[in-house]
């Protein structure tokens, strides 16, 4: 029986549909014309076509963070492949598994001074944990295999580089299915459990730190709250994985957490990392013995003082160390001032919710989203000011966050609200931007539109790059160029067929406004103007 002939892209694009594959974010150019003409004749993968190649990257950066799985972007050779690496460097630091599929000059052209050309797998070496040029169409199968695989298997960035010619050779080959990455499997031991829980059984002032590893585990997480008599503190990814009347929930630490926190962390004995490797510098205890549990051993590796690594799901290893620790004799003097921390911060929180004046605070802005998104809405963070105040005062319950996290990059929220609202169309979106990251991404406002995306962007508008003027300010040295240039951010919306509010007093009117917005069935956008705040404006 004569093989099936098939052009590489076509051969890839099957391929990656078995993979589970849902959408490409790309932008069409030259040297992927035959991959672009593949799409167009199929219908199990979507082609979302973007403005910047950067904003592609970002979309599928996001994609591998809200579902686990293989995020995809394309761009053409030169420019195009330049472009995404902004969105790689993003999931490459955030182990967010994403493949990058980019144009190459012609077999015949390749290495050679025809223009655009650039050694692409020196280009992403920074980023790629694995990147190859095809030079065979009946290579393409197996390569494909190998980028995907690597890309799941270590959580990480991969890339092929596909000469022009080639994606539209034709071959015989099949679509090569992948061995199955099963994720989780526990690699910790009895003797592991045993020694953490002799730790554990030491502390006299323990404290845990949970992340978004730990989404699994709340439950367990409260308990052993509970047995330990520990205090919980959350990095940004944790925010929203226990109710805020959990017993001893400090909420964040850092520039944007719970003020009272950093001093009561500091005196902490014995600290449990349950699915972060966050270690805010400057907030947290020197000589405590550190615990952590992660589910990958690359994880292990972010200046973080450990003394026993547990490789493995918190969901699984929590269980087992809440048996070790029955019967604990905990330190009610220290549960006892980790409330009274909690109840501080929670009465300053609600003043600072509270604050009035226009231009709005940034708290005042936070507390009328907390008061008004749906509770199960995804929130699209940019990097800035904005995302600090949105850690700081944002009482999360079940809601999901998405962000820049290792690499806080600027121009993030947009592009990542979008590809929330593709994957999860029957959910609430709201990106919260600042004035500063939404203008690196300005032109895919059109995105959302093309695509009939019901996303609504919150801009704080203070007219500032707030963070990089406050850093300034600490350091004594001139502040020149952190002032911005805006447009009008509701004129601009509106021309790009958004829907645009701009609420212009205090009381009652930015509810409503977030309200209307928030419910008006397409995307929009809310410009509230923002007072510059020299951040934490109180401890």
Same mark, same amino acid.
């Given at each position: 029986?004569?093989?099936?002939?098939?052009?590489?892209?076509?051969?890839?694009?099957?391929?990656?549909?078995?993979?589970?594959?849902?959408?490409?974010?790309?932008?069409?150019?030259?040297?992927?014309?035959?991959?672009?003409?593949?799409?167009?004749?199929?219908?199990?993968?979507?082609?979302?076509?973007?403005?910047?190649?950067?904003?592609?990257?970002?979309?599928?950066?996001?994609?591998?963070?809200?579902?686990?799985?293989?995020?995809?972007?394309?761009?053409?050779?030169?420019?195009?492949?330049?472009?995404?690496?902004?969105?790689?460097?993003?999931?490459?630091?955030?182990?967010?598994?994403?493949?990058?599929?980019?144009?190459?000059?012609?077999?015949?052209?390749?290495?050679?001074?025809?223009?655009?050309?650039?050694?692409?797998?020196?280009?992403?070496?920074?980023?790629?944990?694995?990147?190859?040029?095809?030079?065979?169409?009946?290579?393409?199968?197996?390569?494909?295999?190998?980028?995907?695989?690597?890309?799941?298997?270590?959580?990480?960035?991969?890339?092929?580089?596909?000469?022009?010619?080639?994606?539209?050779?034709?071959?015989?080959?099949?679509?090569?299915?992948?061995?199955?990455?099963?994720?989780?499997?526990?690699?910790?031991?009895?003797?592991?459990?045993?020694?953490?829980?002799?730790?554990?059984?030491?502390?006299?002032?323990?404290?845990?730190?949970?992340?978004?590893?730990?989404?699994?585990?709340?439950?367990?997480?409260?308990?052993?709250?509970?047995?330990?008599?520990?205090? &919980?503190? @959350?990095? $940004?990814?944790?925010? %929203?994985?226990? /109710? =805020?009347?959990? !017993?001893? *929930?400090?909420?964040?630490?850092?520039?944007?957490?719970?003020?009272?926190?950093?001093?009561?962390?500091?005196?902490?004995?014995?600290?449990?990392?349950?699915?972060?490797?966050?270690?805010?510098?400057?907030?947290?205890?020197?000589?405590?013995?550190?615990?952590?549990?992660?589910?990958?051993?690359?994880?292990?590796?972010?200046? &973080?003082? @450990?003394? $026993?690594?547990?490789? %493995?799901?918190? /969901? =699984?290893?929590? !269980?087992? *160390?809440?048996?070790?620790?029955?019967?604990?004799?905990?330190?009610?003097?220290?549960?006892?001032?980790?409330?009274?921390?909690?109840?501080?911060?929670?009465?300053?929180?609600?003043?600072?919710?509270?604050?009035?004046?226009?231009?709005?605070?940034?708290?005042?802005?936070?507390?009328?989203?907390?008061?008004?998104?749906?509770?199960?809405?995804?929130?699209?963070?940019?990097? %800035?000011?904005?995302?600090?105040?949105?850690?700081?005062?944002?009482?999360?319950?079940?809601?999901?966050?998405?962000?820049?996290?290792?690499?806080?990059?600027?121009?993030?929220?947009?592009?990542?609200?979008?590809?929330?609202?593709?994957?999860?169309?029957?959910?609430?979106?709201?990106?919260?931007?600042?004035?500063?990251?939404?203008?690196?991404?300005?032109?895919?406002?059109?995105?959302?539109?093309?695509?009939?995306?019901?996303?609504?962007?919150?801009?704080?508008?203070?007219?500032?790059?707030?963070?990089?003027?406050?850093?300034?300010?600490?350091?004594?040295?001139?502040?020149?160029?952190?002032?911005?240039?805006?447009?009008?951010?509701?004129?601009?919306?509106?021309?790009?067929?958004?829907?645009?509010?701009?609420?212009?007093?205090?009381?009652?009117?930015?509810?409503?406004?977030?309200?209307?917005?928030?419910?008006?069935?397409?995307?929009?956008?809310?410009?509230?103007?923002?007072?510059?705040?020299?951040?934490?404006?109180?401890?």
């Amino acid at each position: 029986m004569a093989q099936t002939e098939r052009t590489v892209a076509e051969l890839m694009l099957e391929q990656l549909s078995m993979y589970g594959v849902k959408r490409i974010y790309g932008v069409v150019g030259d040297a992927t014309i035959g991959f672009i003409d593949a799409l167009a004749k199929q219908d199990k993968i979507q082609f979302i076509t973007c403005k910047h190649e950067s904003t592609a990257a970002f979309m599928a950066s996001a994609e591998a963070k809200l579902t686990g799985g293989l995020g995809v972007c394309t761009a053409t050779m030169g420019p195009g492949a330049t472009n995404l690496l902004n969105g790689l460097g993003d999931a490459h630091a955030d182990r967010a598994p994403v493949l990058a599929l980019t144009g190459q000059a012609p077999t015949d052209k390749y290495g050679t001074a025809t223009p655009q050309f650039i050694n692409q797998q020196d280009l992403v070496k920074p980023f790629a944990a694995y990147s190859a040029n095809l030079a065979s169409s009946d290579a393409a199968a197996d390569l494909l295999e190998k980028a995907v695989g690597t890309a799941l298997r270590q959580r990480d960035v991969t890339h092929l580089s596909v000469p022009k010619d080639l994606f539209m050779e034709k071959t015989s080959a099949s679509p090569r299915p992948m061995a199955e990455v099963i994720q989780g499997t526990a690699v910790f031991t009895k003797e592991s459990l045993k020694k953490a829980a002799s730790i554990m059984k030491s502390a006299k002032r323990p404290m845990i730190f949970a992340g978004s590893g730990a989404a699994g585990a709340a439950e367990e997480l409260r308990k052993l709250a509970e047995l330990w008599g520990a205090g &919980i503190l @959350v990095s $940004l990814g944790g925010k %929203g994985l226990l /109710e =805020e009347s959990t !017993p001893n *929930l400090l909420q964040g630490i850092g520039e944007g957490g719970n003020p009272h926190a950093s001093e009561l962390f500091k005196q902490a004995d014995v600290v449990l990392l349950a699915g972060t490797t966050w270690w805010p510098e400057g907030h947290v205890p020197t000589d405590a013995r550190v615990i952590q549990i992660d589910l990958h051993f690359n994880q292990i590796e972010k200046n &973080i003082p @450990v003394e $026993l690594a547990i490789a %493995g799901k918190s /969901e =699984e290893v929590l !269980p087992l *160390l809440n048996e070790h620790l029955e019967g604990f004799s905990r330190s009610d003097d220290w549960v006892a001032r980790c409330q009274e921390v909690k109840e501080k911060w929670a009465r300053n929180n609600e003043d600072e919710g509270n604050s009035e004046g226009y231009p709005f605070r940034p708290s005042r802005i936070i507390r009328a989203l907390d008061r008004t998104v749906a509770p199960d809405a995804i929130l699209a963070l940019d990097t %800035g000011d904005n995302t600090v105040w949105t850690n700081r005062n944002f009482r999360q319950t079940n809601q999901t966050t998405v962000f820049s996290g290792y690499w806080r990059t600027m121009g993030f929220g947009l592009p990542a609200a979008m590809t929330a609202k593709l994957i999860h169309p029957d959910k609430q979106v709201v990106a919260i931007v600042g004035d500063g990251g939404l203008q690196m991404v300005l032109a895919d406002l059109m995105t959302a539109i093309r695509y009939g995306l019901d996303i609504t962007v919150v801009v704080m508008n203070n007219e500032s790059l707030q963070m990089e003027k406050d850093k300034i300010d600490v350091m004594g040295t001139k502040d020149i160029w952190t002032d911005l240039t805006n447009p009008d951010f509701v004129k601009l919306a509106e021309a790009c067929g958004w829907k645009a509010f701009r609420p212009v007093s205090d009381d009652e009117e930015l509810e409503s406004v977030l309200e209307e917005a928030l419910n008006t069935g397409g995307p929009s956008l809310v410009d509230i103007k923002t007072v510059q705040v020299f951040f934490p404006e109180t401890e």
